[in-house]
């Protein structure tokens, strides 16, 4: 019997239905316990950063991420299934293994940029989470914002993290130009719960 893994949403990696070949378990495999993996942070280079939203039951036109994949694990997070265009598997792979888009910041700007464009609301995140663990470190967030602060542009975001309160100076004053709205997301206010959900989430408290 496995045990239950901590800190992590997913408790192996699912086979990528991109990919021909696959490994399966074999009957003498039965002990084999899966463990924590370590988190492995991967730049890459997109041309682009903000996408177009068609879908009709959307209310947004345009949505940005500045990852994939996303390290609180979510074990219900409709987005997991999207790691398998990068190669890897919905499962563990999508906390554990994190795409990141350095140059983002400056993609959003040349999107300003472009002859004709128009102002609309632009939703960060609209797939993984803009304030995962790792924007701690990396800080794309919130030069994302300096972006949209400096074009006077409106911009939607949605997180599970508290992390989102670090950059309350850049927020308020695009709250103040009536530029921002943010959305927290609480599934549940059972703090057990809430870990095996979604563990490496904000804890409840610090939701709240």
């Not at 068609?54 to 036109?61: F, Q, T």
């Amino acid at each position: 019997m496995k045990k239950e893994i901590k800190g992590q949403g997913a408790v192996h990696n699912i086979h990528n239905h991109f990919i021909k070949n696959r490994y399966e378990k074999s009957v003498y495999d039965d002990d084999f316990e899966e463990t924590v993996a370590k988190t492995a942070i991967l730049e890459i280079f997109p041309k682009t950063i903000v996408n177009p939203v068609k879908s009709p039951d959307l209310m947004m036109a345009y949505s940005m991420n500045p990852y994939q994949g996303c390290e609180h694990g979510c074990a219900y997070c409709f987005a997991r299934p999207t790691h398998e265009y990068w190669g890897y598997s919905a499962g563990i792979d999508f906390e554990r293994k994190i795409l990141v888009k350095k140059n983002a910041p400056e993609l959003l700007e040349q999107f300003f940029t472009k002859r004709g464009y128009k102002a609309e609301p632009i939703l960060l995140s609209g797939n993984t989470d803009c304030y995962q663990p790792v924007e701690r470190k990396l800080g794309i967030t919130r030069r994302i914002l300096q972006v949209f602060l400096d074009y006077r542009h409106p911009v939607n975001i949605l997180t599970k993290n508290a992390l989102v309160t670090r950059d309350i100076d850049i927020l308020t004053q695009l709250a103040e130009k009536n530029l921002v709205t943010v959305s927290l997301s609480i599934p549940t206010i059972d703090e057990g719960l809430r870990r095996k959900l979604e563990p490496r989430t904000s804890s409840v408290s610090n939701k709240l």
